[in-house]
Each structure stands twice: as C-alpha cells, then as structure tokens.
C-alpha cells in the first residue's frame, strides 16, 4: 500500500461542494484507475488512464472528473457532491506485464451530507 | 453481462478451522481469476492469480482452485487465524485487462 498513496483518508463535505481526492504512486506503472466501493456491492471503475495523455470513462464516470497530471499522479473531481456519492474511494495502479495486477491505495472514506 | 458472484456473503469460523469460499462467474473472454484479500481499513491485496489451464494455486494457507468449464473458483483458507479476518474479492479478468469484481466474503475468525 505504500507505494500508493491517497489523500485525504476521510472527507466529510456538504452537498453541492466541489471535492478532489488526490492519488499518487510511486511503482512507475502506467496504468492507473479510480474505483468506488458500496456495501454489498463490488468495486466499481469510474475513470481510468493507461498513460499521461489517456483517460477513459468507466461504468460509472457520471458526476467525476479526473485529470492525469503526470505518470505518477491522478485525480478525482468531484464536481458538486451528492449524498448518494458517499462511498469509500480507491485508486490503482498497474503494469500489464504482471498479468492485469492491480495495486491499490489505503482507500479516502468521503461522506457528502 | 459479466458478471461475478460471490458466497457466503459473509462467514463467521472458530480460529485453526478451515473454510472455503466461493465464486461462480459469467465473464467471457476470460484471462485470468485474481482472489485479493481486503483488511478493514485497507486497500485490496492480490493472494493468488490462475489463469484458463491452472486448476489449483496455493499462497501458504490459502489455496484456490479453478474449474473453468463450470467458471467457479474457491479459496480454502486452512488453519485460521485471528489475522485471516478480512473481505476476500474475487476478481476475474477479461483478455484486455478490463477487470470485473464481485462483492466479496467478509470473514470473521473468532478465538
């Protein structure tokens, strides 16, 4: 987990404020993710990048904005917060050599009231 | 829809039992089957990885198995212990690396 690094840990905000949640690693992979976590539910992709000039949408990119900064930051927007965005959030890394892999942070617990 | 599902949804067991979770899946092209452990509080943490011709893979105490004619995986932890306690992920991968994850096993191991 160290080697990816997420900040903060926990995030309490309001409805309607603009939140970012910061990701960093420092595996010099390519790849790297955002992904949410809901009780009862699997992990859930919302934005990827497989390089600094490349992002993809995920499943459930509605309501999130990312932006690659460089190879070893990437993070996540969001842009005017709701309650049902109240999740634990996760960021990835990976190298396709090690067949698909990931390596995740230590997760930021975001409550929107 | 790919899918992948997980039992029992959640597990209690008495520390130095065995137990086996499940994972059945309907993902196609498959590439390989990951199960990571997540500790409360913590980023998931791959075990072990079996690709379509490995039927069995051990990690210490923990061993899974592949059928993939029928798509189901276990994961038998022998021994528990208090340090097994955690959510165990089954996470499957279709040829591109798109990874799909089912909802997990909490386990809980009591003294």
């Known amino acids: 987990d160290a080697d990816v690094t997420q900040t903060p840990r926990n995030r309490i905000t309001k409805t309607g404020k603009r939140i970012m949640l910061e990701c960093s690693q420092t595996k010099g992979h390519d790849r790297m993710y955002w992904y949410r976590q809901d009780p009862g539910l699997g992990l859930r992709l919302i934005y990827y990048s497989f390089d600094v000039k490349d992002i993809n949408k995920g499943e459930i990119s509605d309501g999130y904005s990312v932006s690659r900064q460089a190879q070893a930051k990437f993070s996540l927007s969001l842009e005017s917060a709701i309650p049902n965005q109240t999740a634990l959030y996760f960021c990835?890394?990976?190298?396709?050599?090690?067949?698909?892999?990931?390596?995740f942070g230590p997760g930021t617990r975001l409550t929107v009231l | 829809k790919n899918q992948v599902e997980q039992s029992p949804q959640s597990l209690i067991i008495l520390e130095g039992k065995n137990c086996t979770l499940q994972c059945n899946y309907t993902v196609s092209p498959f590439s390989n089957l990951r199960w990571y452990k997540q500790d409360t509080g913590r980023g998931p943490v791959s075990l072990t990885i079996?690709?379509?011709?490995?039927n069995t893979k051990s990690n210490g105490r923990y061993t899974a198995t592949l059928d993939a004619d029928t798509k189901q995986s276990s994961l038998h932890i022998t021994a528990s212990q208090l340090s097994d306690s955690a959510s165990y992920i089954c996470?499957?991968?279709?040829?591109?690396?798109?990874?799909?994850f089912g909802a997990g096993t909490i386990l809980r191991v009591k003294s």
């Open positions: 079996m690709t379509f011709s490995e």
């Open positions: 996470v499957v991968s279709e040829f591109g690396n798109k990874l799909v």
């Open positions: 990835a890394t990976s190298d396709p050599g090690r067949g698909g892999e990931q390596f």
